[in-house]
């Protein structure tokens, strides 16, 4: 009985490189194994970075109040002397939102004669409209709201 698994143990490594050896010819040989680990690492940093800017675009412009919430109005504007421009806008925001918004005068050829930066508190309304007088450098004929934000 202990020759014979003698013999089924001997035939079995030979058999099992003769199968290889088929195996080998029908499909070639195993191509040699190259480093790709330093590559791998690259795709994984990049892949990595890549989730985490968008995760970054995402809180910043889809956040609790994005800047696109703010809308600003043209209400209207007098002309008070060559210096001086009164104009009223409306601000709608999210209530209890702070903005920060831009003040544009232009003159007749779109020249800027005048410009303030105006801190609208927050308030319990989400529209609400204000003023303010600005001075220019010389007559100016168009106002407007240039561009609101998040301070």
Excluded: H
Aim: proline letters at 5%; one cysteine or more.
């Amino acid at each position: 009985m202990s020759a014979e698994r003698e013999t089924v143990a001997a035939a079995t490594p030979a058999a099992d490189l003769a199968s290889r050896a088929d195996l080998v010819d029908r499909y070639g040989a195993r191509a040699p194994r190259s480093e790709k680990k330093p590559e791998r690492w690259i795709w994984m940093v990049v892949g990595i970075f890549v989730i985490a800017v968008v995760a970054f675009w995402a809180t910043t412009t889809v956040g609790p109040v994005s800047s696109s919430a703010i809308r600003a109005d043209t209400v209207r504007f007098s002309i008070l002397d060559d210096a001086n421009v009164s104009f009223d806008y409306r601000i709608t925001a999210p209530a209890g939102t702070e903005v920060t918004c831009a003040i544009e005068i232009r003159d007749e050829q779109q020249a800027v004669v005048g410009w303030d930066v105006v801190d609208v508190p927050p308030t319990d309304e989400a529209s609400q409209v204000l003023n303010v007088q600005v001075r220019t450098t010389k007559a100016g004929t168009t106002a407007l709201v240039k561009e609101c934000w998040l301070p």
